[in-house]
T-cell receptor, first 112, second 113 residues
């Protein structure tokens, strides 16, 4: 089983649609979780952290399910500008620091 | 601007050349990373430095040689590369212990001829 696994997509959705991505992780000791966004030929950028209680930032909602070991990202009212690859990131403690694993990403295309 | 600067942004080199990639972070972080991202492939972690000490080397060929003179600067020295080494090379930094959020530079797009 991969340490962090995402559906590669692509997800093709119309503007205004709601789309959800899931990401599963294998290490139950994982402590912190993030979603990054990567535009074509650009660097990944932090989109939002994922908290145990769930958190929302505008049209974006992130949730964590520790029992089932997955995190999710919900995008409401999709915009053309949301088209990108969304990377799930998981950290777990290792040797006094953290080990960080990036998922392979889920591609989203939002069409007019 | 994320506070992580990479130079050069683009590099074309022959297989016999020697070149270096540079990364500088202005965020006061204590960990720095090199990643490779080939076309349409996920990020591959290459090296990790914590407080200037290398803590991870993910079976990277010796033709890639990292150097971390201090917590703010990271280099990747390249020599006798192969065409399959053509990729986007990304540098990142983080504050180890604070959830380890990594901030990336814009990357160096490398082409090996």
């Amino acid at each position: 089983r991969k340490e962090v696994e995402q559906d590669p997509g692509p997800f093709n959705v119309p503007e205004g649609a709601t789309v959800a991505f899931n990401c599963t992780y294998s290490n139950s000791a994982s402590q912190s979780f993030f979603w990054y966004r990567q535009d074509c030929r650009k660097e990944p950028k932090l989109l939002m952290s994922v908290y145990s209680s769930g958190n929302e930032d505008g049209r974006f909602t992130a949730q964590l399910n520790r029992a089932s070991q997955y995190i999710s990202l919900l995008i409401r009212d999709s915009k053309l500008s949301d088209s990108a690859t969304y990377l799930c990131v998981v950290n777990w403690p290792l040797g006094g620091g953290f080990k960080t694993i990036f998922g392979a990403g889920t591609r989203l295309f939002v069409k007019a | 601007e994320t506070g992580v600067t990479q130079t050069p942004r683009h590099l074309v080199m022959g297989m016999t050349n020697k070149k270096s990639l540079k990364c500088e972070q202005h965020l006061g972080h204590n960990a720095m990373y090199w990643y490779k991202q080939s076309a349409k492939k996920p990020l591959e972690l290459m090296f990790v430095y914590n407080f200037k000490e290398q803590t991870e080397n993910n079976s990277v060929p010796s033709r890639f040689s990292p150097e971390c003179p201090n917590s703010s600067h990271l280099f990747l020295h390249l020599h006798t590369l192969q065409p399959e080494d053509s990729a986007l090379y990304l540098c990142a930094s983080s504050h180890r212990g604070g959830g380890n959020i990594q901030y990336f530079g814009a990357g160096t797009r490398l082409s090996v001829l």
